[in-house]
């Protein structure tokens, strides 16, 4: 719970402070003794009819502060930024010149990337010779989290099809309704497999999402592939799609890679969460009035009393 307008309780404790000054004031010594019986309103009548004015002032003072309770909501459809992670599972992916190997180490970066983004939709594609679409973009990064430990080598035929994944991965973002979409592709061979030429795939993905879908290309392991990373194609199409081409000669440069990504691609929503807060003034407000209608109810029935 917060309160939206917190001064108010501080203009009830500057009230508070000189309240009894002011009582002070109004109090006129007697000029003379009339007896026992006419001597007006004891002092425990004023307390009794006090403490009841004070409580209702206190609350009306709550009440004005606007005390409001939060809930966190879950990003709009056109909020956030729309993420596909494009892994390449090819048996390249086992070389060990990453610790345990590179797709292991591939993992466990995106894993810890997916943690910064908790108010962005992520999904994921494997591609060896044939693309496989794992997971659709979503906010449930637990259950995307286990799509990433789970995608390995074996299940797809081998072989390296940038074009097809790529294809895939887009596919996944048509039905996205947010301004800004990401693909993050990751291969550490060259194209071998497939029908789908690469560039063509980004040329038209240039053309029906213009600057809306960015796709950043991750060249693994350049230094020790037999066949090499074909980085020129790569790059060309981080170029088309207006995004751009990452070397990860090694897992702590594969981790720069995330890094560089997630401050060029920073999302539009806080991290701790979005909320909405929803207005509880009215039961401070009806408690507070009633305190004080009883208090000066209390005050009239005790001072007829005294005057009785």
């Known amino acids: 719970m917060r309160l939206a307008f917190w001064p108010a309780l501080v203009f009830f404790l500057l009230f508070l402070s000189f309240y009894p000054l002011a009582i002070h004031k109004r109090r006129r010594p007697s000029q003379c003794f009339t007896g026992p019986f006419d001597a007006g309103p ?11 004015t004070l409580a209702g002032l206190l609350l009306l003072a709550v009440s004005a502060s606007r005390p409001q309770n939060g809930f966190e909501r ?3 459809a ?4 729309d993420i596909i992670i494009t892994l390449d599972v090819s048996t390249s992916m086992l070389e060990q010149d990453y610790s345990p190997n590179r797709l292991e180490a591939a993992k466990e970066a995106a894993l810890n990337f997916i943690d910064g983004r908790p108010t962005d939709r992520v999904g994921l594609v494997v591609y060896a010779a044939e693309p496989l679409a794992l997971c659709p973009p979503t906010l449930d990064h637990g259950t995307l989290a286990r799509f990433i430990d789970k995608a390995g ?6 072989g390296t099809a940038i074009g097809a994944g790529l294809a895939i991965a887009a596919r996944e973002l048509e039905g996205s309704q947010t301004s800004r979409r990401v693909i993050i592709l990751l291969s550490d061979g060259m194209e071998n497999a497939g029908t789908v030429d690469p560039i063509q795939v980004a040329t038209a993905i240039r053309t029906l999402h ?32 207006g995004g751009r081409l990452f070397d990860a000669g090694s897992p702590s440069d594969l981790a ?6 997630d401050s060029l691609e920073a ?14 003034y009215l039961p401070w407000l009806f408690i507070g009035l ?8 209390l005050r009239w029935r005790l001072r007829k009393v005294a005057g009785d």
């Open 42 to 52: 004891s002092r425990s009548v004023g307390i009794a009819t006090l403490l009841p």
């Open 153 to 158: 080598i074996g299940t797809l035929e081998d």
């Open 256 to 261: 720069d890679v995330y890094a560089a990504i």
């Open 74 to 76: 879950l990003p709009d």
């Open 290 to 297: 009633a305190l004080l209608a009883f208090g000066g109810v």
């Open 267 to 280: 999302s539009t929503l806080p991290p701790e969460g979005l909320f909405v807060y929803r207005d509880l």
């Open 210 to 241: 213009g600057d809306s879908l960015r796709v950043y290309t991750v060249a693994i392991g350049t230094n020790s592939t037999e066949t090499g990373v074909d980085e020129e194609t790569l790059s060309r199409i981080a170029s088309i799609t």
């Open 78 to 81: 056109g909020e956030g930024v």
